[in-house]
Nanobody, 122 residues
Framework: EVQLVESGGNYVQPGGSLRLSCAAS????????MSWVRQGPGKGPEWVSSINSGGGITRYADSVKGRFTISRDNAKNTLFLEMNSLKPEDTAMYYC???????????????WGQGTQVTVSS
């Protein structure tokens, strides 16, 4: 059974930083691209970032480019999202998802975790 368990979400002031983690199990993590997607209150899913299986190719939404960094540790079956210079508009539930196809991830045709809440507010 595929399991994705996110952690690291918190309440943070604007300009702050957080590091999200996603522990994966139930599939061969090292051969799959992975993604982060977020969903704000009353909004649809928004793709945030993707990384290929080896970790050498990363992509970011324009809204987070230069502030967020996606990475992975295939030895520990873990995906990360380093978030800096956080803004109130980054407030959302953050999910990790299997695959790096943006359309499939947003359409939820791949596995999603249960999410971790990030709230950015003063």
């Amino acid at each position: 059974e595929v399991q994705l368990v996110e952690s690291g979400g918190n309440y943070v002031q604007p300009g702050g930083s957080l590091r999200l983690s996603c522990a994966a199990s139930g599939f061969i993590f090292s051969i799959h691209g992975m993604s982060w997607v977020r969903q704000g209150p009353g909004k649809g899913p928004e793709w945030v970032s993707s990384i290929n299986s080896g970790g050498g190719i990363t992509r970011y939404a324009d809204s987070v480019k230069g502030r967020f960094t996606i990475s992975r540790d295939n030895a520990k079956n873990t995906l990360f999202l380093e978030m800096n210079s956080l803004k109130p508009e980054d407030t959302a539930m953050y999910y990790c998802a299997t695959g790096d196809n943006v359309d499939a991830v947003v359409a939820k045709t791949v596995y999603w975790g249960q999410g971790t809440q990030v709230t950015v507010s003063s």
